[in-house]
């Protein structure tokens, strides 16, 4: 069986950082592309980032170019986002899920991040 | 990467249809076979039910169906069912490897 569990959300300050975690099992994780999508509170999906299944390339909505990096552990089955210089529209549940066909098949359970003085 | 267009609600009767459409550009739906719709119920992760346009994943009801025509893709859900009562989003393809969610539909079930 497939599971995507994501952690590491919580409260960050306007400005700060915060890395969110992916923890894949039921599959092989080396051959999927990966994806991290956000939702805001009240709205709509929005994808953020994808990253190719040996991690040499990645790409990135705008809104978060230079400031979110995605990346994975092969080895340890885990997909990274790492976010800096966070904003309050950053706030938002985010969830991995593999990438294939252009959809997303298989989806975490979501972390929330909330940016907030 | 603005997101596509999709109406706020849509709603039938059980056992009637409903058809959500989906509206971008000739830079992401009218240029890929790549849209794809989710159902969302509340608190939940979003569900993958149509992708490459008309392919339904294994497990999902043959009451869902996709289709598209120029820059404007269509999910139709036939005989709906209470369970179906839940928000859906498409997405497409739209270039150098990013992706554009539509805005959302809510489908009640009256």
């Known amino acids: 069986e497939v599971q995507l569990v994501e952690s590491g959300g919580g409260l960050v300050q306007p400005g700060g950082s915060l890395r969110v975690s992916c923890a894949a099992s039921?599959?092989?994780?080396?051959?999927?592309?990966m994806s991290w999508v956000r939702q805001a509170p009240g709205e709509g999906l929005e994808w953020v980032a994808n990253?190719?299944?040996?991690?040499?390339?990645?790409y990135y909505v705008d809104s978060v170019k230079g400031r979110f990096t995605i990346s994975r552990d092969n080895a340890e089955n885990s997909l990274y986002l790492q976010m800096n210089s966070l904003r309050a529209d950053d706030t938002a549940v985010y969830y991995c899920?593999?990438?294939?066909?252009?959809?997303?098949?298989?989806w975490g359970q979501g972390t929330l991040v909330t940016v907030s003085s | 990467q603005s997101a596509l267009t999709q109406p706020p609600s849509a709603s039938a009767s059980p056992g009637q249809s409903v058809t959500i459409s989906c509206t971008g550009t000739?830079?992401?739906?009218?240029?890929?076979?790549?849209v794809s719709w989710y159902q969302q119920h509340p608190g939940k992760a979003p569900k993958l039910m149509i992708y490459?346009?008309?392919k339904r994943p294994s497990g999902v009801p043959d009451r869902f169906s996709g289709s598209k025509s120029g820059n404007m893709a269509s999910l139709t859900v036939s005989g709906l069912q209470a369970e179906d009562e839940a928000d859906y989003y498409c997405?497409?393809?739209?270039?150098?490897?990013?992706?554009?969610f539509g805005t959302g539909t809510k489908v009640t079930v009256l």
């Open positions: 039921g599959f092989s994780f080396n051959s999927y592309w």
């Open positions: 000739s830079s992401d739906i009218g240029s890929y076979n790549t």
């Open positions: 490459e346009v008309t």
């Open positions: 997405s497409s393809y739209a270039a150098s490897v990013t992706y554009v």
């Open positions: 990253i190719k299944p040996d991690g040499s390339d990645t």
């Open positions: 899920a593999t990438s294939a066909s252009h959809s997303w098949s298989y």
